[in-house]
T-cell receptor, first 114, second 116 residues
Framework: DAGVIQSPRHEVTEMGQEVTLRCKPI?????LFWYRQTMMRGLELLIY????????DSGMPEDRFSAKMPNASFSTLKIQPSEPRDSAVYFC????????????FGNGTRLTVT | AQSVTQLDSQVPVFEEAPVELRCNYS??????LFWYVQYPNQGLQLLLK??????LVKGINGFEAEFNKSQTSFHLRKPSVHISDTAEYFC??????????????FGKGTHLIIQP
C-alpha cells in the first residue's frame, strides 16, 4: 500500500505566480480531501470530493483557489495568483465510504510564497 | 455544526510518567471520533478511533482513549510515555448527515513534550 502521494514536497514561488499541488489517493478510496495547516488557524478543510465530484468547497478561501479531480486516482489544488498569506502546509487525504472510515493523509506540500 | 476543543495547547511530561490529553466535542448528530499524531515534517497518522460499542478504545503505540457521551469527551491516555512520543496530537470528529459523510473537523492540537 503506497499511501496517499503528494507532490511536490516543497514549493517556493513568488507572489503572483500560479501554483499547482498534486495528489494521488489510495486506490479504492472514494473520498478525497484537501486540508491546509497553519500555525494560526490549525487544520482547515478546504474542499472534498466523493467519487470525483466536489461535495463541499465552502472552505476554499477565495476564488484564487480551485481544485479538480479528473479521475479516481488524481487531484489538483491550484492557486492563481499566489499570495504570501497562502504560505502553509497543504495536505491531501483519502478515505473509504464506510461509517467511521478514517482519513489517510499524505505527507503534505509545504508552500512558501515570497 | 460540529466542533472540537483541545483544552491544552502544550503538555510537558517526564519520561515514563502517565499522560492525558483532553478533547471535548460538540455535535447535534452522531459522531465518530479519532485521534491522530503528527511528527515533525510528516502527515497525520491515525492513533485510534471510536465508532461504537466499548467506550474504551485501544490504539497504536500504547495509547488508549475513553469515550464519554455525557461529558462529550474523548480523552487520550498513555500510562508511560517515551521520548519518541514527542509530537503534535489532534482530536477529530467525523459526522454523517443524510447526504453522506463530511470531512474530519480537527481540534487545534496538543503538543506533547517529553522531558528526560
Amino acid at each position: 500500500d503506497a499511501g496517499v502521494i503528494q507532490s511536490p514536497r516543497h514549493e517556493v514561488t513568488e507572489m503572483g505566480q500560479e501554483v499547482t499541488l498534486r495528489c494521488k489517493p489510495i486506490s479504492g478510496h472514494d473520498y478525497l480531501f484537501w486540508y491546509r495547516q497553519t500555525m494560526m488557524r490549525g487544520l482547515e478543510l478546504l474542499i472534498y470530493f466523493n467519487n470525483n465530484v466536489p461535495i463541499d468547497d465552502s472552505g476554499m478561501p477565495e476564488d484564487r483557489f480551485s481544485a479538480k479531480m479528473p479521475n479516481a486516482s488524481f487531484s489538483t489544488l491550484k492557486i492563481q495568483p499566489s499570495e504570501p498569506r497562502d504560505s502553509a502546509v497543504y495536505f491531501c487525504a483519502s478515505s473509504l465510504t464506510g461509517r467511521g472510515s478514517p482519513l489517510h493523509f499524505g505527507n503534505g506540500t509545504r508552500l512558501t510564497v515570497t | 455544526a460540529q466542533s472540537v476543543t483541545q483544552l491544552d495547547s502544550q503538555v510537558p511530561v517526564f519520561e515514563e510518567a502517565p499522560v492525558e490529553l483532553r478533547c471535548n466535542y460538540s455535535s447535534s448528530v452522531s459522531v465518530y471520533l479519532f485521534w491522530y499524531v503528527q511528527y515533525p515534517n510528516q502527515g497525520l497518522q491515525l492513533l485510534l478511533k471510536y465508532l461504537s460499542g466499548s467506550t474504551l478504545v485501544k490504539g497504536i503505540n500504547g495509547f488508549e482513549a475513553e469515550f464519554n457521551k455525557s461529558q462529550t469527551s474523548f480523552h487520550l491516555r498513555k500510562p508511560s510515555v517515551h521520548i519518541s512520543d514527542t509530537a503534535e496530537y489532534f482530536c477529530a470528529v467525523r459526522v454523517y448527515s443524510g447526504g453522506g459523510a463530511d470531512g474530519l473537523t480537527f481540534g487545534k492540537g496538543t503538543h506533547l513534550i517529553i522531558q528526560p
